[in-house]
């Protein structure tokens, strides 16, 4: 028995953002951006496209490749830094967009880990409840947390959502094979986002005048690199898997130098990674769960082929999961 994903969907704003369009709000320049991060494009939500519109979209698209209805759901967890109110979550929304009446529904906030982090939980509990479907999905907004005046984040991010629908196999040799999370909340300063302001001045509450993301970006980028080279060996020997054998990366789209720093120190060839930062960005929780559902319907592997996924961000969270598909 195995955790198997059913079906994967995604959704991306229509409206496109080029690097062209960032020079007419902050100091920059098309060559600079893309030479220091690979991005040419970002999507950017409009009406009708708030962090639970788009994660319900791609979740109708992963239910219909899996054959199922939304009644059949018994959880739906979404991954999100950026949904349009603190409470109710994300996920509640996405329950009643989609009309998932049987389920229950919470958020993880695990920045840009959020999908993975999601998709451990969910192939625990299926390993124990083997009838449970769960919607495991990475949605956001990014561009409502992001302050249009400081051009070294308001470059880097998009938005969308993707989604996965997991279920169990009784083919034992087919699912999750395992996963090597971790987080580290003592660097938290090096990327973070400030809540809403607090009405209780005696809580101290470091300033929350503003609640957009904050960065470090040369320091995040020598502990994305590290970290996610970390997990993904920890992972390979913790499950006896060699580099070899896996037919398909699909790493957290954070920028292109971390990602070819990352395959640089992994030894891991180009050829058999998947990206896509250049036309959506760092979409954060969406960034893995966009790139797993392009790569399928691009067709890009086939039962029995191992994917391996990794994710980095704020908190730090980091992490890799390893499926045969
Ligand atoms: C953000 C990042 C692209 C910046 O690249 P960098 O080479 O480290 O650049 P620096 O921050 O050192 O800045 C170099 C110069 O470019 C300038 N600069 C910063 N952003 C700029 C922009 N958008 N356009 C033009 N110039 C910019 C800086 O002000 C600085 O100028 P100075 O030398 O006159 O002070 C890089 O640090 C990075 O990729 N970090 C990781 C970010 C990330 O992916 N975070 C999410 C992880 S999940």
New binding site residues.
């Given amino acids: 028995m195995g955790t198997v994903i059913l079906g994967t969907g995604s959704s991306l704003p229509k409206r496109i953002m080029t690097n062209k369009d960032l020079e007419g709000i902050?100091?920059?320049?098309d060559a600079?951006?893309y030479s220091?991060?690979g991005i040419k494009n970002r999507r950017i939500g409009g009406a009708g496209e708030q962090t639970h519109q788009l994660a319900a979209a791609a979740s109708r698209e992963a239910l219909q490749m899996a054959g199922l209805s939304a009644e059949e759901l018994d959880i739906i967890v979404v991954g999100t830094i950026s949904s349009h109110m603190l409470m109710p979550s994300c996920a509640c929304f996405v329950q009643k967009e989609l009309g998932a009446v049987n389920a229950f529904a919470y958020d993880i906030n695990a920045?840009?880990s959020g999908f993975i982090y999601g998709m451990d939980m969910a192939d625990k509990y299926i390993r124990s409840e083997h009838r449970k479907k769960i919607l495991v999905i990475g949605a956001e907004t990014l561009s409502s947390r992001l302050n249009w005046d400081d051009?070294?984040t308001c470059?880097?991010f998009g938005d969308g959502a993707g989604a996965a629908v997991l279920g169990h196999s009784d083919d034992n040799g087919r699912g999750v094979i395992g996963s090597n999370h971790r987080s580290d909340g003592s660097l938290w300063k090096l990327?973070h986002m400030h809540a809403p302001p607090s009405y209780n001045p005696d809580l101290e509450v470091p300033d929350n005048s503003g609640s957009y993301i904050v960065?470090e970006?040369?320091e995040?980028?020598k502990y994305?690199v590290k970290a996610m080279e970390d997990s993904v060996r920890g992972l390979l020997q913790q499950e006896n898997i060699s580099m070899d054998s896996i037919k398909l990366f699909i790493p957290?789209q954070?920028?292109m130098?971390?990602l070819t720093n990352l395959l640089d120190r992994l030894g891991f060839p180009e050829e058999k990674v998947f990206f896509n930062v250049s036309e959506y960005g760092?979409t954060?929780a969406a960034s893995v769960p966009i790139a797993l559902d392009e790569a399928n319907r691009q067709g890009l592997f086939t039962e029995g082929d191992i994917i391996l996924l990794c994710a980095?961000?704020?908190g730090f969270t980091w992490g890799a999961s390893l499926i045969k598909w």
């Fill in positions: 902050v100091d920059t320049d600079w951006i220091r991060t920045a840009c051009r070294n470059i880097l990327l960065m970006g040369r995040v980028f994305a957290h954070a920028n130098r971390i760092n954060s980095f961000g704020g």
